[in-house]
């Protein structure tokens, strides 16, 4: 079994910062690409920050330039800075991972529970 743990997220004025994190546990044999993607209500999930195991790193436009993803590989832990955070970046950020599992070898795509990003005054 494996899991996605996610936190950091809260509440935060426009303009401000929040760091997420992701934590990755169970039968891992290895972490391929990890990522965050965001759902804001009445609206889709979209992917926000993707990066490789060799980190390589993929971003939405809307977030290009405030928002970094990095990764320990160690820790099997991936983190989204967010910097200048708009109220339009309102939304349950969700922490994806491509994971082979051990034993069978076997990949799979797995989420996080979710954590909930407000930006308000």
């Known amino acids: 079994q494996v899991q996605l743990v996610e936190s950091g997220g809260g509440l935060v004025q426009p303009g401000g910062s929040l760091r997420l994190s992701c934590a990755a546990s169970?039968?891992?044999?290895?972490?391929?690409?990890m990522g965050w993607y965001r759902q804001a209500p009445g609206k889709q999930r979209e992917l926000v920050a993707t990066?490789?195991?060799?980190?390589?790193?993929n971003y939405v436009d809307s977030v290009k330039g405030r928002f970094t993803v990095s990764r320990d590989n160690a820790k099997k832990m991936v983190y989204l800075q967010m910097n200048s955070l708009k109220p339009e970046d309102t939304a349950v950020y969700y922490c994806?991972?491509?994971?082979?599992?051990?034993?069978?070898?076997?990949?799979?795509?797995?989420w996080g529970q979710g954590t909930q990003v407000t930006v308000s005054s």
């Open positions: 169970g039968s891992i044999f290895s972490i391929n690409a």
């Open positions: 994806n991972a491509d994971i082979t599992v051990k034993w069978t070898y076997r990949q799979y795509d797995y």
């Open positions: 990066i490789t195991s060799g980190g390589i790193t």
